[in-house]
């Protein structure tokens, strides 16, 4: 943490792009879709011209009587215009308050009222499907596209005078997301600039010693991710050209990376398993990844292997990440093809050193190991000062010495590594680990493009399959499979699109198992 610390002046959203464009001022941000704030600039723009976008709807966002300490809600259609707008609110001292497009109606509202009567900037597609009580919690409420008789339109506020850039104290907000949900509402995680910084420190201290020359990175992260703002700090204060998706479509993201190839790829777990398949390309649109990098959650060894497996690079690096939107990134771990073949997906990695730190705390006073695994707790200079309008619940992750509570169980080896096991709210008793057994069914049955494993009604592990092409799981290759593992019920197969998932791709394993016990099938 002390690393963490040292000449720590905070990240400044609003200016970053207006810094970077100062360093580099011919690089380049590439996107797969249009903006929905500015469709006329199209796919690929410079950084000065994003700075100056920034700067435009800072000006808009001053008009419509939005001020410094101001909080502004941003729930719109997905695009990487949210976290434009967010850098936007920011350049004029404001609090962006960042909610998935995924988030429900009732969820989004109940959002805004913990929020105080923000400002919120929403379009008219994503309006139409809030409850009224909506216009009661927001102080007032813009649109970035269509109208709405009770709200007002960016475009009224076309040429506004720009702004000075209001630069706000490093240690108040400076950004507030929301967490995965997988357990309920979500909760509004309130970040400044300083636990910003503090997060952006390990991941640029890797990256700095895996990578020698600017490459083009490829993010493929959720605009409303925390993650997504140190990404992108990393990459533009580097001179490193973007590309931004917001499709995951394995065909559309093979054409794009056949043509910009790009040298670091950046995504969440669940879409690095979706992009298996582009190993088989003959474009070899992955041939130019030096460095792969899966943020927050593990992944499964057979998605790593294949992944590094179709990099053309001299020794390729998948990079692995293992945090939590509370705190960031925490513990690290890299493979390369030589530690890919038969990698322990259990094994999350190391804390770095001088910035983070990691525990395991017993569950019932006996010591923590493979069989009897314990709480996982960290610290990092990384981690929120608070859940908005719920301090209680703040306060009960967090213990003496500012240890925060993962809400994951796992060890520690003779060498410190550590090991995850499950969450605790998904741990099934006398199974073991259930992300163990999914790692050993993905690597048994190539067919498999996502295995979940929940308690059923009566309390046994209950595995819910998804193949790909959606193609009838083959029964014998199952119990082949299933060999030596823990018993467990019949699989149920079921699409992968119908599976619940988070605003970062996560299955919401909790939902899965009532969803389950409601269709009578578990």
Same mark, same amino acid.
């Given at each position: 943490m002390l690393l963490q610390r040292i000449r720590n002046r905070g990240i400044q959203l609003g200016t970053l792009f207006e810094r970077a464009a100062r360093r580099h001022p011919t690089n380049v941000v590439t996107l797969d879709h249009d903006l929905q704030i500015a469709p006329d600039l199209g796919r690929r723009l $410079?950084?000065?011209?994003?700075?100056?976008?920034? !700067? #435009?709807?800072?000006?808009?966002?001053?008009?419509?009587?939005?001020?410094?300490?101001?909080?502004?809600?941003? +729930?719109? =259609?997905?695009? /990487? #215009?949210?976290? %434009?707008?967010?850098?936007?609110?920011?350049?004029?001292?404001?609090?962006?308050?960042?909610?998935?497009?995924? &988030?429900?109606? #009732? $969820?989004?509202? @109940? *959002?805004?009222?913990?929020?105080?009567?923000? /400002? &919120?900037? =929403?379009? @008219?597609?994503? %309006?139409?499907?809030?409850? @009224?009580?909506?216009?009661?919690?927001?102080?007032?409420?813009? &649109?970035?596209?269509?109208? +709405?008789?009770?709200?007002?339109? /960016?475009? @009224?506020?076309?040429?506004?005078?720009?702004?000075?850039?209001? =630069?706000?104290?490093? #240690?108040?907000?400076?950004?507030? =997301? +929301?967490t995965s949900g997988t357990t309920g509402i979500p909760k509004l995680a309130v970040h400044t600039g300083v636990t910003l910084q503090a997060r952006y420190r390990p991941q640029i201290s890797v990256v700095t010693a895996l990578l020698r020359r600017r490459e083009t990175v490829a993010i493929h992260v959720s605009f409303v991710h925390s993650r997504l703002m140190t990404a992108l700090a990393m990459s533009l204060l580097r001179g490193c050209p973007i590309v931004v998706l917001v499709d995951s479509d394995p065909d559309r993201v093979a054409d794009l990376f056949s043509r910009l190839r790009p040298g670091v790829l950046e995504a969440h777990p669940n879409s690095l398993m979706e992009w298996e398949g582009l190993a088989d390309d003959p474009r070899g649109p992955l041939a130019g990844v030096k460095l792969f990098s899966s943020t927050f959650d593990a992944i499964h060894p057979r998605t790593i292997r294949? *992944? %590094? !497996?179709?990099?053309r690079r001299r020794n390729p690096v998948f990079g692995q990440l293992y945090g939590q939107s509370e705190v960031g990134p925490v513990i690290g771990r890299t493979y390369t093809r030589g530690r890919g073949e038969d990698a322990d997906g259990r094994c999350v990695g190391m804390p770095f050193p001088g910035m983070t730190g990691v525990r395991v705390v017993s569950r019932d006073g006996k010591p923590p190991s493979a069989e009897n695994p314990g709480f996982i707790e960290v610290r990092s200079g990384g981690r929120i000062v608070t859940y908005l309008g719920e301090q209680q619940r703040y306060d009960a992750q967090l213990s003496a010495g500012g240890w925060w509570r993962m809400g994951d169980v796992g060890y520690r080896t003779r060498w410190g590594c550590v090991h995850l096991l499950d969450r605790e709210v998904d741990l099934i008793e006398g199974f073991g680990s259930t992300l163990a057994a999914e790692d050993t069914l993905f690597s048994r049955i190539p067919e498999l493009a996502e295995v979940v494993i929940v308690p059923g009604a009566d309390g046994g592990a209950v595995p819910v399959v998804c193949t790909r092409d959606d193609r009838p799981l083959d029964p014998v290759a199952w119990r082949a499979a299933v060999a030596g593992l823990p018993a467990m019920g019949e699989p149920i197969q079921w699409r992968i699109g119908d599976l619940p998932h988070t605003a970062t791709t996560k299955i919401k394993r909790l939902e &899965?198992?009532?969803? %389950?016990?409601?269709?009578?099938?578990?």
């Open positions: $410079t950084v000065g011209e994003v700075a100056d976008l920034i !700067d #435009d709807y800072a000006a808009r966002l001053w008009a419509a009587g939005v001020r410094p300490a101001d909080r502004v809600v941003v +729930h719109k =259609t997905n695009g /990487f #215009d949210i976290t %434009l707008l967010a850098f936007a609110v920011s350049r004029i001292g404001g609090v962006p308050v960042l909610l998935s497009p995924s &988030l429900d109606g #009732d $969820t989004v509202a @109940e *959002l805004v009222r913990r929020a105080d009567r923000p /400002f &919120l900037v =929403t379009d @008219e597609a994503k %309006l139409a499907g809030l409850p @009224e009580v909506i216009f009661d919690r927001a102080a007032g409420i813009l &649109l970035t596209a269509g109208s +709405h008789p009770g709200a007002k339109s /960016f475009g @009224e506020f076309a040429g506004a005078p720009r702004v000075p850039v209001v =630069t706000v104290p490093a #240690d108040r907000p400076a950004l507030i =997301t +929301h294949r *992944l %590094l !497996d179709a990099s &899965l198992a009532r969803l %389950l016990a409601g269709d009578g099938r578990a």
